[in-house]
């Protein structure tokens, strides 16, 4: 089963972050906004928010940089400090009762995509997918998103490590981490599903 390849479709690469500089005008939430909107909406696809709620946690987010700008101190860069209020919210989203019991449905695919792939293709590859995305979702948050920009986004290390404020030996670690969780996860869930049993 082509793993990364599914692994790779299902987050597809989202646009590249703004330009972390700063800012040519007072630091407010509407220049926040404008500035590192792009990168707040990767984030949050890079911590496993489903598309499905992107919007609603995109704006969680502007809620909690709206209320907190003042405690910004400049110690660190303004995607470090937007980075933690993106992993703590989407934290607090994950475990929300309503998350844990709500089972996505299949997107259907696109038509073009329908028509170009036999039925048996299409299928292999939804479920390589969905195998995929419960894989990633048993990560814990800080390693998912260290994988998945490393992994899927093909980002350095040394942009990694600048963009969440640590050392780079932080996100080798978080990476090799994570590379065994995933693969952990993933041999649980191959397994559940060759016993017919569910995730």
Known sequence: MPVL??????????????????PERPLDVVAVHDLHASFVWCSLQRLGVRPSDLDDVFQEVFLVVHKRLHTFDGSSQLTTWLFGVCL??????????????ETPTDDFPDAEEASSRRPDELLAARQARALVARALDRLDL?????FVMFEIDELPSEEIATMLGV???TVWSRLHAARKQFQAALARLQAQAGRGGGA
Not at 5 to 22: E, T, V, W, Y
Not at 142 to 146: C, E, L, W
């Open 5 to 22: 390849a599914a692994l790779a479709a299902l987050l597809a690469k989202p646009d590249a972050p703004a330009p972390i500089g700063p």
């Open 88 to 101: 703590r919210v989407a934290a607090a989203h994950r475990r929300r009762a309503w998350f844990r019991r």
């Open 142 to 146: 800080d390693k998912r998103a260290v």
């Open 167 to 169: 050392p780079i030996g």
